[in-house]
């Protein structure tokens, strides 16, 4: 079975440092989403590609946060400085849109602690 | 208001029966909609979808949709203790996002 593949599982790491996560979407797929998952807020969408390009942003702490898809092949969320507040699991998923919204398939997550 | 709106629950259902879960969106603009299914401690998965007013049946599950109401369902039938989880519902908002509701906790008791 096809499916999303995001790095690393599990990251601690200590506030002010750079965290950067991966993920690598089913290939084909033209739509790539970054969700954080936080018991208080749920599902939080931060961003989205479409063909590799931005389409929105707006859920996402622009002074600290970044997301970036070099190729079709991979697609990264950056966090600088890391915040204790930024501890979530952030989901990636992926999809092919053509039209009507179809629906997505997530990677497994990667659970970020920030101490 | 938030775009989705669900029950947090938890929903208690006795193994066997149906167990209904619902869900409101506020975008009129929406065209499709997904139920999913996350598991503690795993990452949401796809079980149904719908885009049509009506229901829509998938073995066990049946989506129903009804927009002028501006709200989705999901009947789950013969409800099993491994459908005990959080079902997410989402839809794709007429700005070409997904959007998920908080999710409901569904524990079938045996």
């Known amino acids: 079975d096809a499916r999303v593949t995001q790095t690393p599982r599990h990251k601690v790491t200590e506030m002010g440092q750079e965290v950067t996560m991966r993920c690598q979407p089913i290939?084909?797929?033209?739509?790539v989403f970054w969700y954080r998952q936080t018991m208080m807020q749920g599902l939080e969408l931060l961003a989205y590609f479409r063909n590799r390009a931005p389409l929105d942003d707006s859920g996402m702490p622009k002074d600290r946060f970044s997301a970036e898809m070099p190729d079709a092949t991979l697609a990264t969320l950056k966090i600088q400085p890391s915040e204790p507040r930024d501890s979530a699991v952030y989901f990636c998923a992926s999809g092919l849109v053509t039209g009507f919204g179809y629906g997505y398939t997530f990677g497994s997550g990667t659970r970020l602690t920030v101490v | 208001q938030k775009e989705v709106e669900q029950n947090s629950g938890p929903l208690s259902v006795p193994e066997g029966a149906i167990a209904s879960l619902n869900c409101t969106y506020s975008d009129r603009g929406s065209q499709s909609f997904f139920w999913y299914r996350q598991y503690s401690g795993k990452s949401p998965e796809l079980i149904m979808f719908i885009y049509s007013n009506g229901d829509k049946e998938d073995g066990r599950f049946t989506a129903q949709l009804n927009k002028a109401s501006q709200y989705v369902s999901l009947l789950i039938r013969d409800s099993q203790p491994s459908d005990s989880a959080t079902y997410l519902c989402a839809l794709y908002s007429s700005a070409s996002k997904i959007i998920f509701g908080s999710g409901t906790r569904l524990s079938i008791r045996p």
């Open positions: 290939l084909g797929h033209n739509t």
